[in-house]
Structures are given as structure tokens and as C-alpha cells.
């Protein structure tokens, strides 16, 4: 902050340390008489002390040397100092301090008497140097110490001290008596202490028209050193200090009496004058320039001369931002919100002058003795007035606009308001509309709108919720978020479904971290209170048990998400606390990021999004990958009623190997979501992965059937299944799938040769068994399966890394595969269907595996083979095509989709690209400034060739694409577009862009600059009268040639027209009177329209049929006919 200060009595004196006075004594003698040792930094006078700590952070303590100054019980009988442990804390948080007394300077002889407090006390001795009226430890000063006592004082003698010697001295558990040395230099002490501080002006002070204040303290110091001090003296004067802005002086007075060393001072006044350009708060204190230390003076709130008018709500403290939404809730009374007009801040009147609201509001003011006041109305400065707004109940239904409040010098306050008069019940959830409330979300799939209350005949009751699942895995029926008021209550309806059914209740803030606040349940040692009932109802179905009604009374005030988690329960009759308002993106999203990255190979982000608040339109939300904080890819996400779920996949292609930090999130209607991750992204390498069979359905019995605690498989692969030439060196072994339970550990060996058999006729004999020992070995050892992969994005399962490479001969391939658990889990593999007879499996928990019986398989586990190869390489040279000179530094690139390998030509024109994905066609481009950009294709059927690459230099035109349709029709603009590369920049009227349509001219554009080396698009636009078949192209012609696209026959067919005609009118939205009934799996409607209903001419053609609804729920397919 900026303050402007303006020093009433003078300006602010530098401060240093001043010269001290001080005086030589021989035979010096302390005898630590009268010492004050409360203060962890005192010393005997003329002495220093160099303080050393303890700070345990644990337990938040500060430990310090204990000294203390007995009275009796010194050498001579009187005083002495008695100085404790060194070592400082607490149990085992221990630490051992130096803490010394430094002496004078002193010389010659030195000697001081030491007795032991307790065993193991010690004394030492250090130089010291002084710097200002600071000491620094030095090294030990050596002394031959006598023994010490605990019972006699010891004198402990340093003899010939040279000259200036500042000793500190390190006592642990001793007391010391009799400090006496030959020479000592005593310093006498400048010193000022600010003994009291008063503020005399108002600690919150209005500026004057001039923008001034003045701060006013009554000050008292005392003399606390040994030198008296007279006016004039240096620095002998006290100073107005911000404390808050590092102590910045406000003003400087010199002090104009004299004050004898001990002395203290009558009370006098310190006044400073400053400039206020913003309201602040600041601590002042007054500071003495002696020593610079300071007393607290006060917390000053200082007002420039300007009001400062703002909105809150009347209960809170914080400004109301204009553009906050007020929300009004729904009721069947008035509703009426408090806010209180402020000027708490000004130091000047604000004035209202209109205050305007929708229809269904009105307002009224009022100050703080409830008189209501007219507009235009004056609040004072630091005063406020009360604003009451009320939502009429007189005007029914939803209501909405903005409360606008005009202020003289202020833009306009403009705060939207909505509410709705309705029901009183605040939130009543009955399921009746056969449909969850928009924004509950409903964890998994076991929860359900259920007809149960209808066909047990309960009264004015269709519909409730039931949830499908054990107690043993329960999913949660989340609510839309409510407000919980202080002792509010809610309550609801339960039924179990069996004697195992249990309900429970929880809240939480953001539908993660859950409070559970009831349970009840079915089992009967279940409390009274909490028991679901077993009176059945209605029908005689197994699970026809009566609703009960609970009350929940134990949530804490504040804005909650409630959750029923049921195992085979129902729940209905919700009723209790306040609705909050919908987010205007209420999204549970399931993030997925792929394991692995690699250059050149799509990396996709998984986005399950699921829409559980009001309907979003499509461009509202855009889904972002972040590469390093920076937007790599936007994916817009599409519209989602409520409800309705969506699939986004964020793709970003890696284009560097590395490690990076990645965040994907989705942005808009203030959306907050976000998740983060860190890849590595690896380099490509030349290998190919080959899969055999075609994935067409899952299967958890090959290559393992984990569901048993062991199992083996073999099966056999056909050579034209893998497709591979003989010499082939496999790397690695790859089986895909899916685990959505637990980790699960297992010991897996698996087995590959090469082989002449075929695959099996039939399941072989109990006693079969393939010679293991003779096949090679790729995997002997403890396998976990990771929690990961889903049915429809499955993931690599199982996957073995060769030691060795393993080169296939051109056969089939035999592949066997063990396992042997103490558990078993249900782990999904990628499969093959079309091939039936490739694989055979057995299994067991308890038994032999040897001595099961094998079975055929009805699908062959997908295998993929990574398989090494050579590097595929592109090299060529790139040349001008005016003198087939050589072109340096131009960027040859290679594109295919999201794939991009790329290289620079050398001093020769040659350039050398690898391409790791070689099965792939690619776009060749070359670039260079001064030359228009080369496009070709190529592909590498034979792996590495050679393209040489002739560029034009870069003048006139070169035609990047263009559009130009082939139909119009009779007075509708037709439009034509055009993208050129340009040459060299080309001023306006230098050259021609025209549409030909006939052999005419019937638009052109030459206005704009064309710059070198930038794409330009044109825009054709005409309005043809004639109908008929016509020659249409663009022609651009500059000094430097011309440019044409091809030309196109344009079909200009006559004028027709078209309208939208509605046959009916709406009186009564339904779901039992449409053309289908999507609540039933068949349906069937037949309408007869009326000629006078339709009231179209005859021979008018229709082209397309629309019936006009709406969706609540989530989406689905219907198939029409």
C-alpha cells in the first residue's frame, strides 16, 4: 500500500549506533549482586550475554538456560549467579545450547569462584568478539581447571589475559561468585526506553477536504542507560512509525527536555500529519532514535474523503459482487432477504438514488431504528441502512430479473433475482413422475424407480426407489445438494426386501468424503428405533414388506449432498430441508489415463462424463488436455440432458520422449473439474506389433481361468492366423483384458514353440500333456494383475517380456500357460470366437491340475506378438525447380493423422528421416521461406526409398484448396471460397481474384494486402436470376501468373419454398400421446390429420415429419419404422 506522510515537526534522522562512553577500571570486581534475571537476555552491567535456544516445533515450547541470583550462599555468603543445564527440551526432544556471559573487555589476571549445583556441572571458557552491542562466540580460551566442588568454592584462575579479551562463559549446573580481573574497560550505555504509549486521536480517523489526517500519541520514556541526555543531542528524539509497512516513519519531533541517566519523563505529546488516498488499516508505533526500539501505539484505521458504498447480505460481512445471483428459493409465503446498504468505508456520504426490481419483488429501507426511509436516501460515512427485499406470494409462479441499485458517482449495482412460489414442503421427493430428482446421482446400476407401492396397493402411492444389490456391495443414491438449517429435520420412508436389507443415511459437501448419520437395518438385534419392519403389504411377493417412516435430526447446519446406500431396500417419501439451486454443471466424471506414452502414438484420456444437473447445450464445456501448463487440445462436449452420459476422449500425440506433467479438465458454467497426472513418454522404436485373431468378445477362461485357484491352457496359433515370414525374432507376448475387482496375484508359467501340429479335433484325454521341457520358457514367476481395463477398453493383461528374442519359423505356434493361487478372482481376456477349436483349457481349486479333465474352448485368446524390424527410412534431396539448385535449411515432414516424423536438408539439399510407422501413407510436405510449400504422398510397401522434391520459388499464387459448390439456386446467395499461399506481398489492385460463372465475372476481390508467405482466403459471393447449367471457377492472376482451380458445371435450379408448418395446437404435454410410447420396448401409434388441421395446397411437398418433446432421462436408441 501507498501512503503519503508529511512530518510535522521535522524530517526523520538516519539512525546509527553512537558513540558510547565507557571507562577503564583496575582490579575490577562483579560479584553478581541485585541482578534482575527474568529476562532471558539480561547481564551484570557492562557484561554481554549471547543467548542460545531451544525450539521444540513439536511441541510448540521455547527452552532457555535457567539463571537465577540467589541471594545467600556466594562465596563471600551474600549473592551469587546460579546458572543451569545447557542441555534444553523435553524427554527425548533434547538439544544441546551455548549460551555465554561475556565479560568487558579485560586483561591480566582473571579469576571468578565456581561451586557444583549438581554432578556433572561444568565450566568453559571462549573468546569472543564484539560487533556494535552484539557478541560472536570464538574458540574455546584454554584454562587449566582445579577440581570443582559441590560443597567448597573453587577460585578458577586465567592467568595473563592479553589485552581487549571479551570471555564468554559457558556455566552448566554451577554457580559463579567474584568475578575479579587486573584490567577491565566498562562501556557505558546510550539508551532509551519507551515506557508508555497512548493514542490520543480516534483509532479510526475521517480525512478532511485536504485529504489530511493527523495521528496524535502522549508518549513517557525513561533513561535506561548510564549517559544523560540533553536536547539537541544526536538522534535524542522520537518518530511516528508504520509498523505495518516495515516500520515507515511518519513523522519526527526531537525531544526538548533533558533527561538524567535513570530518569524517567513526564508524559508529552507526538503529532504527525498524513496524506490518506485509500482506506487502511495499519498498526503505529513510536519509536525512540537512540536505539530504534519501539511501543506499540495503536491500530489506526484512516479514511480518505470519498464514500465507499457497496452491497452485502444483512447477516454477512462480505461485499455482495454485483452479478451475484440471489436466490429466493421456493415457498408458499413472502420471503424476504436482508442486505444492508454500506458505506462502512467512506469517509464521505453516499447517496442512493433508485432501487429497481422485478415484478413479484419489493423493497423497503431502513436504519437502524427501523424507520423506513424514501429514496433518494443519504448514508452517512462508516454508517449503513437496511434493505429488505421480499419475493410476493401474491404473484404465483416463477419469478426473475434483476434488482438494480443506483448510487451517485457509482456504475449501477445489478444483482439477478429468482425464486418461486410453490408448496411450502421445501424438498419432497415422492418419485411419482417415475423419475430421480434432476441432480441426484445414482452410484452404479443396482438403484431403480420401482412400481412396487402400485401393485401393493398402497394409497396415492405409484412409485418409489429399490436398490438391487446385497448389503455386501451397496451403491448410493445421491440427492441434489439442500441447505440444513439449525435443528432441521428430514424424514423419509424405508422398506426392506429381505431379512438381510439395510439403509443407511449419510451427508457430505462434495459427494466424496460421506458422514454416516443413521442405519437401519433388518437383522433383529437391530435397536427398535432402527429396525426395518417385517409386516408385509399388499401382494404375496417374497419382498412385499411395509414402509416405515424415519427421521433424521442429527445433520449439522449447512449445504449438504444426502445419500440413502441400500442393500436390498427401498426408500420413498423424502421430505425436509431447502433445495439448493442446480450447478449449471452438476458432473460426476470418471477420469482414465492410459498407463504408457509413446512418440507418435495417440495417448487418450478417458472421460466418462455423466450430467446429473440441468440440461447442457452443446459449446458450453470444452474438455482440455494440459501438456506442462499449457492447452495441448480442446475437445468440445457435447449436449447432455439430464441425466445423460457422454463419452469424451481427450487425444493428445506425444512429439518428444520425456517425462511431462499432464492435466485434463473441464471448462465452462464454471465447472471445476480437473485431474492430473505425470507420464513418460517414450520413444519409438522399430518394432511391430502384430495381432492373431480379431477381438469379438471377452473370455475368463483363456489364456487363464483366474476364477480357480490354478488352470492351464494351450493353444495353438496357425501361420495364417499370424502372418509373419520365418526368421521373425518375437519380443514380447501380449494378452489384453479387463479386471474391474482387486489386484490379484497369482504364479503364472508360460511356454511358446514352433510347431507342425494343428489345432484340436476335440478335447484330449485327462492324461494329455505337452512336453514343456522341450517348448522355450518365456515367464516362470509371482504375476499380479493389476485393477485396470474395462469390457470396452481393455487393457494389457498379461504380458510377457523375452529375455531372449524368439524367432518363428514360418509354422503355427503352440503357447502354453499355468497358474497357481491360494485365491481366485474373475479376470476377463480379449477373445476370438470365429476360432473354436485352437484352444484348450482345465482347472481346479483343490485338486490335482494334472488330473483334470481338459475341455475345447469356444474362443482363441487374441495374442499380440511384438516383433522387431529394421528402421524404415526416407531420404532424398530437395531442389528449386527454376535451377534445380540445391535448397538448405527447408523442413521436410511427414504426416499421417496424428503421426509426424521430420527432418532438415543439409548444405547438399539431402535429408534422412526415419519412420518408425511405415505401414501408414503419409503426406510429404516441404517448407521453406521463399518457396511455396510442396505437398505429395508416399508409402513404403518396400520399406526405405528415396523422394527427391522440386520446389517453385515463392512469387505468385499457390492454390491451397477451394470451394466451390455445383448447385445454386434462382435468388439465394451462392458463395465460393478460396485459400492461396502467396509469393511475394502484392498491394492492393496488383492483382485480380474473380468468380466465373458463365464465362462472367460475377464477383472479385483485390482490397487486401497479400504478405509473403501467409495463406489468404477469398470469399465469393453472388446472387444468380437465371436457372440453368453453368461453367464456374476462381481465377487469380497477379504480374507473376495466373492461378485457376478447376472448373465445375454449377447446377442453378429454380426458386422454390419452404416452410415449417405446425398441424395442431399445444394443449397438454404428455407421455401416453405421442406417435411411440418409449416406455415400453414395443410400441406402435397411428394419427389421422384432418385436411383443415393440415390446411396445405394440394401438390405442396413435404419433406420432413416432426413431433416436438422432451427426454428428463438418460438417452437412448429407438429403432423407427
Not at 777 to 787: A, K, N, P, S
Request: hydrophobic share 35%; charged share 20%.
Amino acid at each position: 500500500m501507498r501512503k503519503i506522510y508529511s512530518l510535522l515537526a521535522m524530517m526523520v534522522l538516519a539512525l546509527g549506533i553512537p558513540a558510547v562512553a565507557q571507562e577503564s577500571i583496575q582490579n575490577y570486581v562483579e560479584g553478581f549482586d541485585n541482578l534482575d534475571t527474568s529476562n532471558h537476555e539480561f547481564a551484570p552491567k557492562g557484561w554481554g550475554h549471547i543467548v542460545d535456544n531451544y525450539s521444540d516445533w513439536y511441541g510448540g515450547e521455547d527452552y532457555y538456560v535457567e539463571y537465577s541470583n540467589p541471594e545467600t550462599g556466594g562465596q563471600d555468603g551474600g549473592a551469587y549467579l546460579s546458572i543451569g543445564s545447557q542441555q534444553l527440551g523435553s524427554g527425548w526432544d533434547t538439544e544441546t545450547v551455548d549460551d555465554l556471559l561475556v565479560t568487558p573487555a579485560v586483561s591480566g589476571n582473571v579469576s571468578l569462584y565456581v561451586k557444583l549445583e549438581k554432578m556433572g556441572g561444568s565450566i568453559k571458557f571462549y573468546t569472543c568478539t564484539k560487533q556494535g552491542n552484539s557478541f560472536t562466540k570464538g574458540a574455546e580460551y584454554s584454562v587449566t581447571l582445579p577440581e570443582l566442588s559441590e560443597t567448597e568454592w573453587t577460585q578458577v584462575t586465567l592467568p595473563s589475559v592479553p589485552e581487549g579479551t571479551y570471555l564468554g562463559i559457558r556455566g552448566e549446573n554451577v554457580g559463579i561468585d567474584n568475578f575479579t580481573a587486573d584490567n577491565a574497560t566498562i562501556v557505558l550505555r546510550r539508551e532509551l526506553t519507551i515506557e508508555n504509549v497512548t493514542l490520543v486521536s480516534d483509532d479510526e480517523i475521517d480525512a478532511d477536504e485536504s485529504g489530511n489526517v493527523t495521528l496524535t500519541f502522549t508518549v513517557k520514556i525513561a533513561n535506561t542507560g548510564e549517559v544523560d541526555f540533553n536536547p539537541g543531542d544526536e538522534n535524542y528524539s522520537v518518530s511516528i512509525v508504520n509498523y505495518s509497512q516495515d516500520n515507515a516513519v511518519v513523522g519526527t519531533q526531537a525531544i526538548d527536555f533533558p533527561l538524567a541517566a535513570g530518569a524517567t519523563s513526564d508524559e508529552f505529546e507526538v503529532s504527525a500529519v498524513m496524506a490518506v488516498t485509500e482506506n487502511v488499516r495499519d498498526r503505529y508505533d513510536v519509536m525512540e532514535n537512540i536505539g530504534g526500539t519501539t511501543g506499540f501505539g495503536g491500530w489506526v484505521e484512516v479514511f480518505p474523503y470519498e464514500s465507499d458504498f457497496f452491497l452485502s447480505f444483512k447477516d454477512e460481512a462480505e461485499v455482495l459482487e454485483p452479478g451475484t445471483e440471489v436466490q429466493f428459493g421456493l415457498s408458499q409465503t413472502d420471503v424476504t432477504k436482508g442486505f444492508r446498504l454500506r458505506n462502512n468505508s467512506g469517509g464521505a456520504p453516499a447517496t442512493i438514488t433508485d432501487i429497481a426490481l422485478p415484478e413479484g419483488f419489493s423493497s423497503k429501507i431502513t436504519d437502524e431504528s427501523g424507520a423506513e426511509k424514501t429514496l433518494p436516501v443519504v448514508i452517512p460515512a462508516h454508517d449503513e441502512l437496511e434493505l429488505s427485499v421480499t419475493m410476493l406470494s401474491a404473484v404465483p409462479g416463477s419469478k426473475s430479473g434483476d434488482m438494480v441499485i443506483k448510487a451517485e458517482g457509482y456504475k449501477d449495482f445489478v444483482f439477478p433475482v429468482s425464486g418461486q412460489i410453490v408448496d411450502p414442503s421445501k424438498l419432497y421427493v415422492n418419485f411419482e413422475d417415475n423419475k430421480f430428482p434432476v441432480g441426484t446421482y445414482v452410484e452404479g446400476s443396482s438403484w431403480s424407480i420401482s412400481d412396487f407401492p402400485a401393485e401393493a396397493g398402497l394409497e396415492s402411492n405409484r412409485y418409489c426407489a429399490e436398490n438391487g444389490l446385497s448389503s455386501d456391495e451397496m451403491d448410493k443414491l445421491i440427492l441434489p445438494k439442500v441447505h440444513v438449517a439449525s435443528g432441521e429435520t428430514m424424514v423419509f420412508s424405508a422398506a426392506r426386501r429381505s431379512n438381510s436389507s439395510v439403509v443407511k443415511v449419510y451427508y457430505s459437501s462434495d459427494r466424496s468424503d460421506w458422514h454416516l448419520v443413521r442405519s437401519l437395518s433388518a437383522d433383529s438385534e437391530a435397536a427398535e428405533e432402527d429396525l426395518l419392519p417385517d409386516t408385509k403389504v399388499g401382494t404375496a411377493s417374497y419382498d412385499s414388506y411395509a414402509f416405515k417412516q424415519y427421521t433424521i435430526d442429527k445433520i449439522p447446519e449447512g449445504d449438504w449432498y444426502i445419500a440413502f446406500e441400500s442393500g436390498y431396500a427401498r426408500i420413498d417419501d423424502i421430505m425436509g430441508y431447502t433445495l439448493l439451486e442446480i450447478p449449471a454443471a452438476d458432473l460426476v466424471v470418471d477420469c482414465k489415463f492410459p498407463e504408457t506414452a509413446t512418440v507418435n502414438y495417440d495417448y487418450k484420456v478417458a472421460l466418462g462424463i455423466q450430467n446429473i444437473g440441468n440440461p447442457i447445450e452443446e459449446g458450453q464445456l470444452t474438455a482440455k488436455f494440459y501438456l506442462e501448463n499449457n492447452v495441448v487440445k480442446e475437445v468440445p462436449v457435447p449436449a447432455m440432458a439430464t441425466g445423460e452420459s457422454a463419452a469424451v476422449d481427450v487425444v493428445y500425440t506425444p512429439r518428444k520422449a520425456g517425462q511431462y506433467n499432464i492435466k485434463v479438465t473441464i471448462e465452462g458454467l464454471d465447472c471445476t473439474f480437473s485431474a492430473e497426472n505425470q507420464i513418460t513418454v517414450a520413444q519409438e522404436t522399430p518394432v511391430a506389433n502384430v495381432q492373431v485373431g480379431t477381438s469379438t468378445t471377452d473370455s475368463q477362461n483363456t489364456p487363464l481361468c483366474l476364477n480357480y485357484k490354478n488352470s492351464e491352457t494351450e493353444t495353438i496359433y496357425t501361420k495364417d492366423l499370424i502372418g509373419l515370414p520365418a526368421g521373425t525374432m518375437i519380443q514380447k507376448i501380449i494378452f489384453r483384458g479387463y479386471n474391474t475387482r482387486e489386484t490379484h496375484t497369482t504364479h503364472v508359467s508360460a511356454w511358446i514353440e514352433n510347431t507342425a501340429d494343428g489345432v484340436f479335433a476335440g478335447a484330449p484325454e485327462t492324461s494329455y500333456s505337452v512336453p514343456v521341457d522341450e517348448m522355450t520358457q518365456v515367464y516362470d514367476g509371482d504375476y499380479t494383475f493389476e485393477l485396470k481395463g474395462e469390457s470396452d477398453n481393455m487393457a494389457d493383461m498379461l504380458v510377457f517380456e523375452l529375455e531372449e528374442p524368439f524367432e518363428y519359423t514360418g509354422e503355427n505356434l503352440r503357447v502354453v500357460v499355468r497358474s497357481s493361487a491360494d485365491s481366485f478372482k474373475m479376470i476377463y481376456f480379449d477373445a476370438d470366437n470365429n476360432v473354436g477349436d485352437a484352444s484348450i483349457m482345465r482347472r481346479t481349486d483343490n485338486g490335482v491340475l494334472a488330473e483334470q479333465s481338459w475341455s475345447l474352448q469356444s474362443e482363441m485368446p487374441v495374442m499380440t506378438l511384438q516383433v522387431e524390424k529394421e528402421l524404415t527410412v526416407l531420404s532424398g534431396k530437395v531442389v528449386s525447380s527454376k535451377d534445380q539448385s540445391a535448397i538448405e535449411g527447408a523442413q521436410v515432414k511427414l504426416v499421417s493423422g496424428n503421426v509426424e516424423y521430420s527432418g532438415v536438408t543439409d548444405g547438399e539439399g539431402e535429408y534422412s528421416i526415419g519412420v518408425y510407422q511405415d505401414t501408414k501413407e503419409y503426406t510429404v510436405i516441404a517448407e521453406k521461406e521463399g518457396y511455396f510449400r510442396y505437398e505429395g504422398q508416399i508409402s513404403f510397401p518396400e520399406g526405405s526409398t528415396t523422394k527427391n522434391i522440386s520446389m517453385d520459388v515463392a512469387t505468385g499464387f499457390r492454390l491451397v484448396s477451394a470451394n466451390v459448390p455445383a448447385t445454386a439456386m434462382v435468388n439465394h446467395a451462392y458463395t465460393a471460397t478460396v485459400v492461396i499461399e502467396n509469393g511475394v506481398e502484392k498491394a492492393p489492385g496488383s492483382y485480380t481474384a474473380e468468380l466465373y460463372v458463365g464465362g462472367e465475372v460475377v464477383a472479385s476481390d483485390n482490397e487486401a494486402t497479400l504478405a509473403t508467405s501467409k495463406n489468404h482466403t477469398f470469399t465469393f459471393s453472388y446472387t444468380p436470376h437465371s436457372d440453368g447449367t453453368f461453367p464456374a471457377y476462381v481465377k487469380l492472376t497477379s504480374s507473376y501468373g495466373t492461378t485457376q482451380t478447376e472448373e465445375v458445371q454449377l447446377v442453378i435450379a429454380k426458386e422454390s419454398a419452404e416452410a415449417i408448418v405446425q398441424v395442431g395446437e399445444v394443449v397438454e404435454v404428455t407421455d401416453d400421446a405421442g406417435p411411440i410410447e418409449s416406455f415400453r420396448r414395443f410400441s406402435r401409434g397411428e394419427m389421422i390429420y384432418t385436411k383443415d388441421l393440415i390446411g396445405l395446397a394440394e401438390g405442396s411437398k413435404i419433406v420432413s415429419l416432426q413431433f416436438k418433446g422432451y427426454l428428463s432421462s438418460k438417452s437412448t436408441n429407438i429403432a423407427l419404422r
